[in-house]
């Protein structure tokens, strides 16, 4: 009699900021036990597109302006920091690192940061910089999606 196979967990993709790096704009990192529990026994891939763009941590906040990730993947919207500077280049570049990660270790599914301009999924910030949420996705997300990769937004604690 043949063993019975031995299933390996499909890796997921997770926003390095949700695992507790601190990488996020100000600096800080974002770790919860809900996003723990949510990845279960599969092995997590923590990534930061914005820092594999290059972007600093910490760095100015920054927003998509005049639409969502989708939007700037096509050409018609970019991400701006707070400052007015465009950042659209370095979401774009960390996108395709992530997108680059995730097909390189088999991942399937990404669990990434909520509202943010790389990784929000179903809801980020309207580019004004007053709080107001809209609906869509960040760069990240919009990319993954487009190839296939399962976007869901980090549960909160």
Known sequence: ?????????????????????????????????????????????????????????????????????????????R??????????????DGAERALEAARGAGCTEALLMARSPSCGRGTVYDGSFTGVLREGDGVTAALLERHGITVRPAPRD
């Open 1 to 77: 009699m043949e063993p019975a196979p031995v299933s390996v967990p499909v890796p997921v993709l997770v926003s390095a900021c949700l695992r507790g790096v601190p990488c996020r704009f100000d600096g800080r990192g974002k770790a919860s036990d809900a996003v723990t529990e949510a990845i279960g026994e599969r092995e997590p891939l923590a990534f930061c597109p914005e820092v594999a763009a290059g972007l600093s941590t910490p760095r100015r906040p920054a927003e998509i302006v005049g639409g969502d990730g989708h939007d700037v993947l096509d050409g018609r919207a």
């Open 79 to 92: 991400v701006v920091d707070d400052a007015g500077h465009d950042v659209t280049r370095e979401f774009v």
